[in-house]
């Protein structure tokens, strides 16, 4: 829960950035308090004051979320609009590992009173290029020329989830969307089947376009297992639309939204199959991203 001294914080930095002629923007596809600033997209958080050192608490999936985003950034408000620091989101993910967490992934980010990024035991990284810089948020060192819109970056990074997903449990999986990247990897090099696999009794135009399969292999020919449709602007007809083709298979079939209740109405306009159709919602994606990516590690640190 907000406080509202944070809250006034926030204001305190969004009305700054208006006063130095940017666009601000909630990008409300994210939960987080992050804004399109200018050509830049800042996800705000505010310190709580410990006496030594100004505490942030922040979950990976939001950290991750950030990072995919084009020309991003982390202000970290320690206490004072008058200290602020514009770290670019790559910085801070390269430090993750080296910074404790919780079982949750809750990272527990730590700058000094001289506003130093606490990385490890005794290690300090220096912040102070940062530091109430609003101009680095157009810099070309840590700008692209061509943004892309944070809508797409997300349905981007919901495709490498669930390719993620399906790799773990041991589908071969699949995407059309080769070229776009998550976590600095194509999707090419995540799904594990660079054609989509020709299916009897199936229009391949629109099989092929589907966002992420899932297949098992039952000798020598591959079962769609699961099949996913990302839907966040295009009103979801288009998705029931390429996962129809998949109707003489008893594949799973979900639609990934926001928005349940046009699922709910585009499912129901249909006269036959309406049954088949599941709705996930994003965050159900992310949670189970990281839940299966913690049942690794477990997996690994104990070798069972």
Known sequence: MISGRARELIKQFLDKARSLNNDV?????????????????????????????????LNYISAEEINNLENSFIAFIC?????VIFLPTSILVDHLPE???????????????????????????????????????????????SPVDPVESIHTVIQGRLLEIGNLRGYYTYCPDKSK?????????????????????????????ID???????????????????????????????LTT????????YIVTHDAAKFATVRNTLAVNH??????LPDQISL?????????????????
């Open 25 to 57: 923007e909630l990008i409300k596809i994210l939960k987080t308090n992050t804004y399109r600033i200018g050509i830049a997209n800042v996800l705000v958080r505010v310190a709580s004051d410990l006496g030594g050192r100004f505490f942030f608490g």
């Open 79 to 83: 206490g004072d609009i008058q200290q």
């Open 99 to 145: 910074i404790s967490h919780d079982r949750n992934g809750e990272y527990k980010i730590n700058f000094t009173r001289d506003l130093k990024l606490v990385h490890g035991r005794g290690n300090h990284l220096d912040c102070h290029e940062f530091v109430n810089n609003w101009e680095v948020l157009n810099k070309s060192r840590f700008i692209k020329s």
């Open 181 to 209: 990247t998550f976590n600095r990897k194509k999707l090419e090099e995540l799904a594990t089947l660079t054609k989509c696999p020709e299916l009897q009794y199936t229009d391949y135009e629109l099989l092929r376009k």
């Open 212 to 242: 992420a399969l899932w297949f098992r292999k039952t000798n020598g020919d591959f079962y769609p297992e699961c099949a996913f449709e990302v839907e966040f602007t295009t009103g979801v007809w288009s998705g029931f639309g390429r």
């Open 246 to 253: 998949l109707r003489e298979f008893k594949t799973r079939l």
């Open 275 to 280: 049954g088949r159709y599941d709705l996930l």
């Open 288 to 304: 189970l991203y990281q839940l299966e990516q913690r049942l690794l590690k477990l997996r690994q640190e104990i070798n069972l």
